[in-house]
């Protein structure tokens, strides 16, 4: 993940916290589900993680992502928070 973009050691070391320790792994969840995973595992996140995340994901700047798919993401979180709150 070291050469992922927008991933420095901050990122890497939240994300292996939250148990997302490969690409593959990173893939698999996607970008909402991952920086849930995070948020579950008590790790300190803001939105920018979830930014950076699509964005590595994508090969995309995290403040492109920011700036346009922000409505999307907030949406698909929302939508995730609410299928598995209790």
Not at 2 to 21: D, E, T, V, W, Y
Not at 51 to 76: C, K, N, P
Request: hydrophobic content about 50%; overall charge positive.
């Amino acid at each position: 993940m070291s050469k992922m973009q927008n991933f420095g050691p901050a990122s890497i070391r939240i994300l292996h916290a939250a148990g997302i320790l490969s690409v593959d792994d990173l893939r698999a969840l996607g970008a909402v589900a991952a920086y849930l995973a995070v948020k579950k595992a008590g790790q300190p996140a803001s939105l920018n993680l979830l930014w950076a995340i699509e964005g590595a994901l994508t090969s995309r700047d995290w403040r492109v992502v920011a700036r346009e798919d922000r409505t999307r993401l907030l949406l698909q979180l929302d939508d995730m928070k609410r299928r598995h709150s209790p």
